[in-house]
């Protein structure tokens, strides 16, 4: 790993511990249909006494929680099987829908045996399905605790597998054909400066400056989840937070509307058209139609075939001292293995983990899909948007944490955010505006209540 890269990690295990001291969420997992699965199989386990289960014992199910891990888990899962016995099926919850599809396989007879728990809520709700990962063969291939999620009687509920990036993508070679330089982006006026001359000139140049904003359940997240972490995390940062709080102040809910506004008043499709979403956003950029776009590290692989030299900027949206900002970073992605299921099937399971993260082969594939694995025996990512985001904390400036972890009861809180923002989106009136913050604000202490009561 990079000295840059080893930085990036210490900082954000430094912020995640921190932040994650409790219990996380999801920028949702979305589609319809969970897709089919396929087998996997076993594994040669480095720890000591726990030899891998015999072909033919134990089983694996594993809810995978992110769509673009889909292909890749698939294939995974049938070569384990291919070389072990051991049977290993992959779903995948449609993006959005993890926790309402995690609910439902749950409750069946072969329930999923690997799963997602990755914010605090999910630690209350699930802690009592979740395995004590304390001990076990998959702890011990960690390379840092940072992203580990406890309990309150610190049983060690999930474990991060890997950790990711987000925020505005742009390609700088349409800045520059626009007659401008990435050196301009250094804060929120000047990139809305660059923003809203592209915009300007979109017949001309032959594409604007952001891709659309789609606020369906393919797209939304990116602003109710990612997005709103700008305001989460300045409201919190001089006394950063150890567990959900009960209600937020809103001190920078401005800021958030600063960027959303540059964001939808400045892209390839008018704001009125957003609720019903329908646009391919990573498509757009990834064919040159806009030179910004909202997404995060995950993307890299895709878009980078594409773009080669794309990079990201932080969330830079008018906050004092925001010129030494860096990259949203964090992880909502923790293993819980079910405590329910049988041992052999738990065996089977953290057997199958391990080969995942330390066998050269398996632990490249998952490398370059996901980034940076937290796990010894990983290679090495070559991501540059995580490279982007370990330069940006090499010279000194913050990372930002996900904060948006602590949204309370996250479905319900989103989708109010999302209905008040088609409304404003439609008609951008004071009135309309105040209903967001009524939905980002007075939304969270109701939704905080509604989970604890």
Not at 16 to 21: K, Q, V
Not at 44 to 62: H, L
Not at 285 to 300: D, E, I, L, R
């Amino acid at each position: 790993m990079t000295k840059k890269l080893i930085a990036l990690v210490l900082a954000l295990s430094m912020a995640m511990t921190m932040l994650l001291a409790g219990c996380a969420s999801n920028p949702s997992t979305e589609g319809s249909t969970p897709p089919e699965s396929q087998s996997g199989t076993e594994t040669k386990t480095p720890d000591d006494n726990k030899d891998p289960a015999p072909a033919g014992e134990g089983r694996v199910y594993w809810l995978n929680f992110k769509p673009e891990l889909d292909t890749t888990a698939q294939e995974l899962a049938q070569t384990y099987t291919a070389k072990t016995g051991v049977p290993v099926q992959v779903v995948t919850a449609a993006a959005g829908t993890y926790s309402q599809t995690l609910i439902a396989e749950m409750d069946k007879t072969e329930a999923p045996t690997l799963f997602v728990i990755g914010n605090t809520e999910g630690v209350k709700t699930w802690k009592d399905y979740a395995l004590d990962l304390k001990g076990t063969a998959i702890e011990a291939e960690l390379n840092t605790d940072g992203y580990n999620l406890y309990d309150e009687t610190g049983k060690l509920v999930s474990i991060g597998y890997c950790y990711e990036c987000y925020g505005i993508i742009v390609n700088p070679d349409l800045v520059e054909q626009a007659g401008h330089s990435m050196d301009e982006i250094t804060n929120f006026d000047g990139l809305k400066k660059v923003v809203e001359d592209i915009h300007a000139r979109a017949g001309e140049l032959g594409f604007d400056a952001f891709t659309s904003c789609d606020m369906d359940g393919n797209s939304s997240w990116r602003f109710t989840g990612h997005m709103a972490n700008l305001e989460y995390f300045y409201e919190q940062k001089d006394n950063p937070w150890t567990e959900c709080p009960s209600s937020l102040t809103g001190e920078y809910m401005d800021n958030f509307k600063n960027l959303y506004d540059l964001c939808i008043n400045n892209s390839l499709t008018s704001p009125k058209e957003l609720a019903t979403g329908g646009h391919d956003p990573d498509n757009e950029f990834k064919t040159g139609k806009a030179a910004f776009h909202v997404q995060g590290s995950w993307t890299y692989a895709d878009i980078s075939a594409a773009v080669p030299n794309a990079t990201m900027i932080p969330y830079y949206c008018g906050v004092a001292g925001e010129e030494k900002a860096g990259l949203n970073c964090g992880t909502e992605n923790c293993w819980a293995v079910n405590s329910k299921v049988s041992e052999a099937d738990q065996k089977a399971t953290i057997d199958f983990m391990v080969w995942l993260v330390s066998d050269p082969d398996a632990s490249a594939k998952m490398v370059a899909e996901l980034g940076v694995l937290p796990y010894k025996n990983a290679p090495e990512s070559a991501n540059g948007f995580l490279a982007d985001a370990a330069e940006y904390t090499a010279n000194g400036n913050y990372v930002m944490p996900w904060v948006t972890n602590y949204q309370p009861n996250v479905d319900a809180y989103r989708a109010t955010l999302v209905a008040a923002l088609n409304q404003y989106n439609s008609d951008q009136s004071d009135a309309n505006w105040a209903t967001v913050k009524t939905a980002f604000v007075d939304g969270w202490a109701a939704q905080y209540q509604a989970v604890n009561g």
